[in-house]
């Protein structure tokens, strides 16, 4: 099946800082991209849909300004997290669809810890 | 607006048990259904996958599913499970866009 490459896997940083989440279709174009977030024990929860060349769709309740979507390329989508707090603290993946009738292809996932 | 229903959140077996994880939907048009798992430290995997056809779904390592329609029900079941099957279960429904709705995930904990 096709490849989604996400980077970092894991990455702890300070209140306040920015981190970058990259996430890459190895072996397909994926004009669309959604980004989801885990919190522990819950279930992973769509916050945004990114689409090339123009600008991502953000689920009711995930502010667009902390959490920056840029789908640069066909097979690149990034998410940066801006001025994180320690809420922010989550497991977050990224996920191509694979086109009709076939089932969505998942990144590795990034561990945040912002302490 | 959809939402997806798992029942148990965690279920604990022993090897060889079978099991039933219970997953309902709400959604009143076409639907695809989806079982997910997540072994620690992994992506998340497709299990396997309902479009259209045959109701009964047979996926990788032995697990299946079946839609039941009028129910708006999908659940996953494996006839004996085995330790390496300790693991987060998800069902999802991706009904509009590609986009997936998933359900709150059940930890299974097989015992040896």
């Known amino acids: 099946g096709a490849v989604v490459s996400q980077h970092p896997s894991w990455v702890i940083c300070k209140s306040g800082t920015s981190v970058k989440i990259e996430c890459r279709s190895l072996d397909f174009q994926a004009t669309t991209m959604f980004w989801y977030r885990q919190f522990p024990k819950q279930s992973l929860m769509l916050m945004a849909t990114?689409?090339?060349?123009?600008?991502?769709?953000?689920e009711q309740g995930v502010e667009k300004d902390k959490f920056l979507i840029n789908h640069a390329s066909l097979t690149l989508s990034t998410l940066t997290v801006t001025s994180a707090h320690p809420e922010d603290s989550s497991f977050y993946i990224c996920?191509?669809?694979?086109?009709?009738?076939?089932?969505?292809?998942f990144g590795q996932g990034t561990r945040l810890t912002v302490v | 607006a959809q939402s997806v229903s798992q029942h148990n959140h965690h279920v604990i077996l022993s090897e060889a048990a079978s099991l039933e994880l219970g997953c309902n939907y709400s959604?009143?048009?076409?639907?695809?259904l989806f079982w997910y798992v997540q072994y620690p430290g992994q992506h998340l995997q497709l299990l396997l996958k309902y479009f259209s056809g045959d109701p009964l779904v047979k996926g990788i390592k032995g697990f299946e599913a079946e839609f039941i329609k009028s129910k708006f029900s999908f659940n996953l079941r494996k006839p004996s499970v085995q330790w390496s099957d300790t693991a987060e279960y998800f069902c999802?429904?991706?009904?509009?866009?590609?986009?997936?709705?998933f359900g709150a995930g059940t930890i299974l904990r097989v015992k040896s």
């Open positions: 990114s689409n090339e060349g123009s600008k991502a769709t953000y």
């Open positions: 996920s191509a669809p694979g086109g009709l009738n076939t089932e969505a292809f």
């Open positions: 999802a429904v991706n009904a509009l866009g590609n986009k997936l709705v």
């Open positions: 959604y009143g048009g076409t639907v695809n």
